[in-house]
């Protein structure tokens, strides 16, 4: 079975500091990972996704995730938060096979000025 | 391109009403899902149709939820009748064939059952 756990549900950074949001996946196959971002009051909007190939994915607004298979994870990531940046954040992972997303529990991101 | 389209975006309704909630997915997108948010339980899938086709509806909650896509472009889902505890947001997202399964999300429902 596939999984992924999302480590911390509320994260705070200072405007400008590092963005880290912690997402581990659990697959006994090679996994498609996303990462999806939630504004209130809004539907769920991709950031950034992990297929094959470079594991360094790149996606929009600064953002980026690394897939590490020794480690299991998928760590999203931004040099400088942006108060624009304050959402809620969700990992996910394709159950293999189907179309079907496992959602992490989701981060809420919080950026203080 | 205009997105996935939901209506209504609120709907405020008594226990034991029908509700309908409609969804126009992208169009060339061939599969549709159905979701629902709430705080306790975090996003659910519903329902999800590859080419009109009920694929799986396992996380469908009950029979008095029922979901249909006539066409490539238009599916509701119903709640007949309607429970407080059906107050959530529904959202329906689409996906393209091919793209490693990214899914588009419409803006979302706000169901409120008093």
């Known amino acids: 079975a596939q999984s992924v756990t999302q480590l911390g549900s509320h994260v705070s950074v200072s405007e400008g500091a590092l963005v880290l949001l912690r997402c581990n996946y659990s697959?006994?196959?090679?996994?498609?990972l996303f990462w999806y971002v939630q504004y209130p009051n809004q539907g769920l909007q991709l950031l950034l996704k992990y297929t094959t190939g470079a594991t360094l994915v790149k996606g929009i607004n600064g953002f980026e995730a690394e897939f590490k298979k020794s480690e299991t994870s998928f760590h999203l990531t931004k040099p400088s938060a942006h108060m624009s940046d304050a959402a809620e954040y969700f990992c996910?992972?394709?159950?293999?096979?189907?179309?079907?997303?496992?959602f992490g529990t989701g981060t809420r991101l919080k950026v203080l000025a | 391109d205009a997105g996935v389209i939901q209506s209504p975006r609120h709907e405020v309704t008594e226990m034991g009403q029908e509700v309908t909630l409609r969804c126009k997915p992208i169009?060339?997108?061939?599969?549709l899902f159905w979701y629902r948010q709430t705080m306790m339980r975090g996003l659910e899938l519903l329902i999800y149709?590859?080419?009109?086709?009920?694929?799986?509806d396992s996380g469908m909650p009950e029979d008095r939820f029922s979901a249909k896509m006539p066409n490539a472009s238009f599916s509701t889902l119903k709640i007949q009748p309607s429970e407080p505890r059906d107050s959530a947001v529904y959202f329906c997202?689409?996906?393209?064939?091919?793209?490693?399964?990214?899914?588009?999300f419409g803006p979302g429902t706000r169901l409120t059952v008093t």
């Open positions: 149709f590859n080419n009109n086709v009920p694929i799986d």
């Open positions: 697959s006994s196959v090679p996994p498609y």
């Open positions: 997202a689409s996906s393209p064939v091919g793209t490693g399964g990214e899914q588009y």
């Open positions: 996910a992972v394709i159950v293999w096979g189907t179309y079907k997303y496992i």
């Open positions: 169009s060339g997108h061939n599969s």
